[in-house]
């Protein structure tokens, strides 16, 4: 690789003397400060969330005596953010300023180290050009105003690269030492900063590979003030490879003594070493889908077109789509990206690239890319690139308009003296102001005064908290509406009255004041609330409200009292009781819905007394097949927050997908715990009902316009017609791994090519298949399209079909694998063949089925009651205990079940504590072993151990009562008949509830 010739070297920095190279500096990091705290305080808008969290730590520090190294709260968060927080805060005291200034502090220092690092791998003129280049990009300038602790990351890798580079080019182990340091303190930062050790590896390895090709090492330089020679530092006795040796190890050490205290926080407490980088990450399915390389390929391409094409969506961190680069600054890159490529040998290139695509890593991995604030990290190796590439047009100008005559009338003087060289070449220097100027003119005329920014930011929350301050103090309680439950934002801002607030989620929920409760202070911000909240309340008790940039309201606030809005005659329904927590009262549902909209009813419960756990409301959409097609379960009110007696009034809408089938359907409604378990309902006559509440019948149409295909649930697609009736068009098939007695979950999507004749109109049926090796039917299923919910005499030409199935893999299969098929069944059941085949089953997968773990030891059973029900299933006996127990006290019943023969049908087990006259004082309903051993799975001849846990309740009178124990379809709620046509088992042990004990 031949060095840049000395005389070059030596121009590039005698045209630019040191006192305007350190003056050109000063104004640079000016600006970039000035451009990064103007109107700080108000600039952004509001206070969101993430950075009165910040601030809350901040003061959390101030407060205590430890020095926590990562914060567990709020997700997980990497404390040295929060350290300078606080110092700010204990300079200027708790307030917005002080959470912001210490980004955009964070946010100058890397323009000024950017220089310094420019200059080191490049020349003067490119560390100058490229910290201009960042002090007046958009991307930094939004992120760094923040205050927000990932503005550390670019500073800290900026710091450490230029001292690591410093060091190895000196020899200097006191420099090694410190750039270690430097790279073990930013993991203290950011989950992103992670990914500079990565980088780090690569740049090691790089220089280990030119080592071994015959390459010079690592310290010498190839442009710019490199020329400088080597400096021993006293080691002229060592060879080359055992300095090196020597000052990576110094490096590796500091680094290692750094990051110790981390590293044993992560050990002790594992999962917050992921935290919240799990929840966005390419392989969490939940979030990512079942293709995690499909989505790498998507977030890859999104994030590298950031720079040119569309930048981050999310008005919190952009204005929305707006790319890193302007067009001409773009071009400055590509063509700076470019050269690094081609150029790739040289160090400076080769670091400059390994840290671009290292730290975009956290963009490449995460499912909502583009995203400015994981991959901040690269912003000072993209500025690099920009510069180059400015370089590079100014050097080509300079060389091409040298050789144009002279502008001088005479002609005379050298070549290109008074040429346009002399005065449009360097005036491409000054492009960073004209850049940087359009970014601020941006930022603060454009984003900052916008609705969406004002939103986006939660300056609602924050106009919330003034009226707080204002109106709380003249009531006795006061409710906000909070997306995230206890406020941060309202908590940083309106601190000494935090203690006396209840929270809900007013998106969802409404909780009245409880009973004798005098009038109450409501506060509603708009991100936090269904805006439908505004127009039912009663205007005569608006008492404040904030309007929006957009006109609209940004927060309202209302004086409520407990009976200020109660069922009317249409909405009450015969009380449902949940397991003695609250009790339905009201229900407005709406009659019909249209495919492809939301839909929003409303429900009134009457809280009874405060669970001892969390639990959450569901409501779920479901045909008269069973299938769910809609659905929320969420934490609307905390449990922390109720009060008995309260009314607590639910309207959450939720979207009905335009594929639905069109039929008849219910909602299922009720209360279940964190783990998704429900809660047991009983009637008004204290009879147990199952575990939700169902609504009246609810008609689904059509929807305006037909299902967009890239909506519908396809993971594998076909164009496979059936009788000139039906055409697949694709399948999902989960999971296709499974245990002999478990079920397979196919969709199928169906187009209407024509309405099936006459004859087989009402005898359509889908048929699912699963075949061995033999092609011997191991599992066959036969049911109509749909479950029969959207009946076929209403199909019409082009309509989009989901048809959901279901194929039970019967208990006992032998390991192996399965084909499946599936095929459709007409009148006589006779198979509509495959058009233009002879076939009529069209292969759609394989399912590998695995044998199931089963106990082989004799179960002893304490208590045998042998009770044999109709389809084969018998109670051998059981085990209780205590036998006596007290309100709000547990008591542990195990069931011992057998079958003769396989069952085809998933059972829900019920067990009752009965008093006198049947009234359910305990109770616990559920599929078999904790859901871990369906009716479905049981193996002729195996014991099924069955355990559930069973909590008097509070109010449960003392004596003596039964328990009753059997087995119902939770889907129609009708209960298994014993053979001698009982549809319960009363067992033999009597239990006692012993009376409540009342303390003086």
């Not at 920095?13 to 000016?30: H, K, N, S």
């Not at 063509?335 to 290292?358: D, K, N, Q, Y």
């Not at 006596?884 to 003769?900: D, E, K, N, R, V």
């Amino acid at each position: 690789m031949p060095p840049t010739a000395p005389n070059q070297k030596q121009a590039c920095v005698a045209d630019l003397p040191t006192p305007l190279y350190f003056g050109l500096i000063v104004a640079i990091g000016t600006l970039a400060l000035l451009v990064r705290t103007i109107d700080l305080g108000s600039i952004p808008p509001g206070l969101h969330f993430d950075q009165a969290a910040n601030g809350l730590l901040g003061l959390e520090i101030l407060s205590s005596h430890a020095h926590p190294v990562f914060f567990s709260s709020y997700t997980g968060r990497e404390a040295l953010f929060f350290y300078l927080i606080a110092g700010l805060e204990a300079i200027l005291g708790p307030n917005v300023i002080a959470i912001r200034l210490a980004g955009a502090l964070a946010g100058t220092a890397t323009t000024v180290a950017v220089i310094f690092l420019g200059t080191a791998l490049y020349n003067r003129r490119i560390g100058l050009a490229a910290g201009a280049i960042l002090a007046g990009l958009y991307w930094d300038i939004h992120v760094s105003r923040l205050g927000e602790r990932t503005s550390l990351v670019p500073l800290l890798d900026t710091l450490a690269l230029l001292v690591l580079w410093e060091a190895f080019c000196r020899r200097s182990l006191a420099l090694a030492c410190l750039g270690g340091g430097l790279v073990a303190l930013q993991l203290y930062t950011y989950p992103s900063s992670r990914f500079f050790l990565l980088v780090l590896g690569l740049i090691g390895l790089s220089e280990l590979g030119g080592r071994v090709l015959g390459k010079p090492p690592l310290p010498v330089q190839e442009e710019g003030p490199e020329s400088r020679k080597t400096q021993d530092h006293g080691w002229p006795a060592l060879n080359e490879l055992t300095r090196l040796v020597l000052l990576s190890a110094g490096a590796g050490l500091v680094g290692i003594i750094v990051v110790v205290p981390l590293a044993l926080h992560f050990y002790h407490y594992p999962a917050d070493f992921l935290g919240r980088a799990d929840e966005v990450a390419i392989w969490n399915p939940t979030v990512a889908g079942t293709s995690p390389l499909s989505t790498l390929a998507t977030s890859t391409r999104n994030t590298l077109a950031m720079f040119i094409l569309v930048g981050d969506r999310d008005w919190k961190y952009n204005l929305a789509g707006r790319p890193v680069f302007d067009p001409v600054s773009a071009a400055f890159f590509l063509l700076g990206f470019a050269r690094a490529v081609w150029r790739g040998r040289r160090r400076a290139e080769r670091i400059c690239l390994i840290w671009w695509l290292g730290m975009l890593g956290p963009g490449f991995l995460s499912v909502d890319s583009p995203q400015f604030m994981r991959t901040l990290g690269a912003a000072p190796a993209t500025v690099l690139f920009a510069a180059n590439g400015l370089s590079a047009v100014i050097g080509w100008l300079r060389r091409t308009l040298t050789s144009l005559p002279p502008l001088s009338r005479t002609g005379r003087g050298a070549r290109g003296e008074g040429s346009p060289a002399t005065y449009l070449a360097p005036l491409l220097w000054l492009w960073p102001i004209f850049a940087g100027a359009w970014a601020a003119y941006q930022y603060f005329a454009l984003w900052a005064p916008s609705a969406a920014a004002y939103l986006a930011l939660e300056g609602d929350v924050t106009a919330a908290a003034g009226i707080i301050r204002a109106q709380s103090p003249q009531y006795a309680s006061t409710y906000v509406a909070s997306r995230y439950g206890p406020e941060p934002t309202i908590a940083f801002l309106d601190g000494d009255l935090f203690g006396r607030l209840h929270w809900f989620d007013g998106r969802s929920a409404l909780p009245l004041p409880p009973p004798g409760a005098g009038p109450t202070l409501y506060v509603l911000p708009r991100t936090a609330t269904d805006t439908a909240w505004y127009d039912r309340l009663p205007a005569i008790d608006r008492v404040g409200e904030v309007t929006a940039p957009d006109h609209g309201p940004a927060v309202e606030a209302f004086i409520l009292r407990p009976d200020s809005l109660k069922p009317d005659n249409q909405s009450a329904i015969p009380t449902v009781d949940v397991a003695g927590v609250a009790r339905l009262i009201g229900a407005d549902v709406p009659p019909a819905i249209q495919a492809g909209l939301p839909a929003a009813p409303t429900f009134y419960w009457q809280i009874e007394q405060p669970p001892s756990e969390p639990v959450k409301f569901f409501v779920h959409l479901v045909d008269t097949a069973g299938q769910t097609w809609a659905q929320y379960d969420e934490d609307v009110y905390p449990t922390t927050e109720w009060r008995r007696g309260q009314l607590l009034i639910i309207h959450r809408s939720f979207p009905v997908p335009s594929y639905a089938p069109l039929g008849t359907y219910r909602l299922q409604v009720g209360i279940e715990r964190s783990n998704g378990t429900a809660l047991p309902v009983q009637n008004p006559a204290s009879q147990a009902a199952g575990t939700y509440w169902q609504s009246r019948t609810i008609q689904v149409a059509r929807p305006s316009e037909p299902p967009d295909p890239a909506t519908l649930p396809i993971a594998q697609h076909f164009d496979i017609p059936f009788g000139g009736t039906l055409r697949l068009l694709g399948t999902t098939v989960a999971p296709t791994s499974l245990l002999d007695g478990d079920s397979v979950a196919v969709s199928l999507v169906w187009q209407v090519i024509k309405p099936p004749d006459g004859d087989i109109n009402g005898d359509l049926n889908t048929v699912l298949q699963a075949a061995n090796s033999a092609d011997q039917p191991l599992a066959r299923s036969v049911r109509p399209p749909t479950g029969g919910v959207w009946s076929p005499r209403y199909w019409q030409p082009g309509d989009v079909i989901v048809d959901r199935q279901t194929l039970l893999i019967p208990a006992g299969t032998s390991p192996g694998a399965l084909s499946l098929s599936v095929g459709l069944e007409g009148a006589g059941r006779q198979m509509l063949p495959i058009d233009g085949q002879m076939a009529t089953l069209a292969p759609i997968g394989t399912l590998t089925v695995q044998a199931r773990p089963r106990a082989t030891t004799p179960v002893t059973i304490p208590h045998q009651q042998d009770v044999a029900f109709v389809n084969g299933i018998h109670l051998l006996g059981y085990d209780v205990s205590p036998t006596s127990a007290g309100p709000g006290q547990p008591i542990q019943l195990t069931l011992y079940w057998q079958t003769t023969r396989p069952v085809s049908q998933s059972f829900t087990v019920f067990s009752h504590l009965l008093a006198p006259k049947s009234q359910i004082v305990a109770q616990h309903d559920g599929i078999p072993d904790q859901t871990a051993r369906p009716t479905t799975t049981w193996a002729p001849g195996e014991t099924i151990v069955d355990r559930h846990t069973l909590v008097v309740q509070p109010n449960a009178p003392a004596g003596a009562v039964q328990l009753e124990v059997g087995l119902y379809d939770a889907a129609t709620g009708q209960r298994l008949k014993t053979t001698d046509g009982q549809d319960r088992v009363l067992l033999d042990t009597t239990i006692t509830i012993e009376r409540r004990t009342v303390t003086p």
